[in-house]
C-alpha cells in the first residue's frame, strides 16, 4: 500500500516562491505517474500539475504554466512542486496524489485523472 506524505507549505508573500515535497512509504514511486492538486474552500480540487514514471512526461494547467515546475527523484521515493511568482490566488491546499494508470488515462482530459493514492495536503498561503 502506498502512502504519501505532503511537506513543505507554509506562509509566503506574493511574488515568493516555495518548494513542496512528496514523498512515498510503503511502495516506491517507480511505477505511479504522480499529480499535485489544490483546493481551496467551496471549490473543486484542480490538478495543477502531473509527471509520468520517468519524469519526462509533465502536464501543467494553464494557471500555473512558467511558474510551478514538476519534478521526481525515484530513489528518494518524492516528487517535488516548485512553485514561483505566487499571488493570492495559489493559496489553497495542495495534496499530491499517485496513480498506475496509462499516461494517456491520467491526461486524457485538462487536469490530472486517475488518481489512486492521496496524501493529506500542505497548505500554502500567500498574503502579505
Known amino acids: 500500500q502506498l502512502q504519501l506524505v505532503e511537506s513543505g507549505g507554509g506562509l509566503v508573500q506574493p511574488g515568493g516562491s516555495l518548494r513542496l515535497s512528496c514523498t512515498a512509504s510503503?511502495?516506491?514511486?517507480?511505477?505511479?505517474?504522480v499529480g499535485w492538486f489544490r483546493q481551496v474552500p467551496g471549490k473543486e480540487r484542480e490538478g495543477v500539475a502531473c509527471i509520468g514514471t520517468g519524469g519526462r512526461d509533465r502536464y501543467y494547467d494553464d494557471s500555473v504554466k512558467g511558474r510551478f515546475t514538476i519534478s521526481r527523484d525515484n530513489a528518494k521515493k518524492t516528487v517535488f512542486l516548485q512553485l514561483n511568482g505566487l499571488n493570492s490566488q495559489d493559496t489553497a491546499v495542495y495534496y499530491c496524489?499517485?496513480?498506475?494508470?496509462?499516461?494517456?488515462?491520467?491526461?486524457?482530459?485538462?487536469?490530472?485523472?486517475?488518481?489512486?493514492?492521496w496524501g493529506k495536503g500542505t497548505q500554502v498561503t500567500v498574503s502579505s
Open positions: 510503503g511502495d516506491g514511486l517507480d511505477y505511479y505517474h
Open positions: 496524489a499517485a496513480s498506475d494508470a496509462p499516461w494517456s488515462r491520467v491526461t486524457a482530459t485538462p487536469g490530472c485523472h486517475a488518481m489512486d493514492y
